[in-house]
């Protein structure tokens, strides 16, 4: 397989870095004229990706603790890792029955059902997906790091919000008089909109940027997995607005602690995966990338 790295991203790391920087700029002065403009909580698709937006985090922590139940050879770990498939699963299904249901005994059965159904349908699925013996040690680690980004990534960002104290858009009374500007720190007050937990966990999508490091065939399509995670975010980024749920800087810090996340869990996987592999007949790309350097 052919090396890959980092800097086969650069361009796009530079793009997504002075986009964010652009926006923060924006927001210093037009943030709540821009939800004032933007404010529709009628909007449907708004309303859809009020319910969704947070899926790829929760997705992603099922789709880690998964793939390490197929790939762990001892078995306490892999009971450990399919118990927490199906924590991760019942997680999901409470966050989706939260937004779709009265606080009900329903709600909580759905929950449950509906969230260990679709991580068993997951574990199912696994069964038929072949996984070369090169391929293993690599994904168990890429799993990992999924799990750890995740977990610091959504840290991050609900400490800030006990931190910075912002109050959201559509919490504002008449007059808007208790808005305050991104970079205004209020303390902890019990209100939550900066920065945004919905832009921070769509940009968990962008560790669809990990699979040139394990495929080679995704090798020469960096550009298109930037650009799915990106508009991805960006498309929940732009409906938190519209719900007045979060301002322009809100979601844009969100989206870069995310974004910065996943750089540093690939830097952390091309760093360690050679001594990780170690004794692999055929290294993953990102393992000969390190040899070589």
């Not at 249901?101 to 997951?122: I, P, Q």
């Not at 996984?131 to 168990?140: D, G, Q, W």
């Not at 999924?146 to 610091?152: I, P, Q, T, Y």
């Not at 769509?202 to 995670?229: D, N």
């Amino acid at each position: 397989m052919k090396p890959f790295s980092l800097k086969n991203y650069r361009v796009e790391i530079i793009l997504f870095y002075v986009l964010a920087a652009a926006a923060m700029a924006v927001a210093a002065v037009y943030d709540l004229k821009i939800d004032i403009a933007l404010n529709d909580r009628s909007n449907v698709v708004a309303n859809w990706f009020e319910v969704t937006g947070e899926m790829p985090l929760y997705l992603l922590v099922i789709a880690a603790f998964g793939v390490l139940t197929k790939c762990l050879k001892n078995k306490w770990l892999k009971g450990l890792c399919f118990v927490g498939t199906l924590g991760a699963g019942v997680y999901l299904g409470d966050f989706v029955a939260r937004r779709l249901f009265a606080d009900n005994a329903f709600r909580t059965v759905y929950g449950v059902v509906y969230g260990l159904g679709v991580a068993l349908l997951f574990l199912l699925a696994l069964k038929f997906i072949p996984v070369p013996e090169n391929l293993v040690k690599p994904l168990i680690l890429m799993s990992l790091l999924g799990v750890v980004g995740c977990a610091v990534s959504s840290g991050i960002i609900n400490l800030a919000k006990d931190v910075w104290g912002r109050v959201r858009f559509r919490d504002l009374e008449e007059g808007y008089g208790a808005f305050t500007a991104w970079y205004v720190i209020n303390g902890s007050n019990g209100a939550h909109s900066f920065p945004s937990g919905h832009t921070g966990s769509a940009g968990m999508t962008y560790f669809l940027m990990f699979l040139p490091f394990v495929s080679e065939k995704w090798q020469k399509r960096t550009t298109l997995l930037f650009a799915a995670a990106f508009v991805y975010t960006t498309t929940v980024a732009a409906t938190r607005l519209i719900m007045g749920a979060h301002y322009l800087s809100d979601v844009a810090v969100g989206g870069t602690v995310a974004f910065t996340c996943v750089l540093v869990s690939l830097s952390v996987y091309r760093k360690l995966l050679p001594r990780f592999t170690r004794g692999n007949a055929s290294p993953a790309p990102a393992a000969e990338a390190g040899e070589r350097e």
